[in-house]
């Protein structure tokens, strides 16, 4: 927790942990109150022992801190989770920004994404070095690059971060089987959503997350999106200087 103000929560993606953050912390930290924080299973939290519920483990999370108004920014795994906890608890969300998201009942199409079976066979036969990189290749490097393509520092400090939850089997354990689903899904219940809202994806991200992206711009009233060029599952890592003044821009007119 760092800053002053009103309430920021930073919500990290599946694969990696709150320090993918960095590049946002102390420029938020200087306009608002931020928490990150690391979910079950990544990080430095527990591990998981069971399929769990991130939106549940969300709002828990926001009690025991006594938040009752708060900012939400998600990406991917977290921004699935804040869109559902929005859609059951508006008047906790102030503004929602929603970075390389699939909205629950969103049902991908085509061919799914390369390396992803190898990346589930590596998992379950705990080959955790494989496992982990595959996941790199699928989210990190995105279809559209090879890992030479991406900044090597980067892509170090995403698998230093990765490793955690591969060796703790987070995926298979806590989020391969869906924990009470929202219902009816976030996909049926966007036109509902009031609170101001930012979608941000990565250009090279794959095509059903761009796609997913305009359903939910076209849907939530109000909602702005914004592509960000040169980045894949991770813009707020690989192109902090553009990500950075959009979420601030949206954040100083939205709350």
């Known amino acids: 927790i760092a800053g002053e103000g009103s309430t920021i929560v930073l919500g990290h993606a599946g694969f990696v942990d709150s320090r993918m953050w960095d590049a946002q912390w102390s420029l938020l930290a200087s306009h608002y109150r931020v928490v990150r924080f690391d979910h079950r299973g990544y990080g430095r939290s527990d591990r998981a022992h069971a399929p769990v519920s991130r939106r549940h483990d969300l709002a828990r999370f926001l009690d025991a801190l006594h938040i009752d108004h708060t900012a939400l920014i998600g990406c991917s795994l977290s921004a699935e989770a804040m869109l559902d906890f929005a859609l059951e608890h508006p008047s906790r969300v102030s503004a929602l920004a929603l ?96 609170t101001p809202t930012l979608i941000v994806t990565g250009q090279l991200d794959h095509p059903e997350l761009l796609r997913a992206a305009d359903v939910m711009a076209a849907r939530i009233p109000h909602a702005q999106k914004h592509i960000i060029p040169a980045a894949a599952h991770l813009p707020s890592m690989e192109q902090p200087a553009i990500f950075n003044p959009v979420l601030l821009n949206f954040l100083n007119t939205a709350i």
């Open 99 to 194: 970075i390389s998201a699939v909205p629950s009942g969103f049902e991908l199409q085509g061919e799914p994404p390369p390396h992803l079976f190898e990346m589930i066979g590596a998992l379950q036969s705990n080959d955790l070095e494989q496992a982990s990189e595959y996941q790199l290749r699928l989210w990190l490097d995105g279809m559209f690059r090879q890992p030479h393509q991406v900044d090597s520092a980067l892509r170090q400090r995403v698998a230093e971060m990765n490793r955690i939850a591969v060796a703790n089997g987070t995926w298979l354990i806590a989020d391969s089987q869906p924990v009470d689903p929202l219902t009816p899904p976030a996909l049926d219940r966007l036109a509902q959503l009031t």
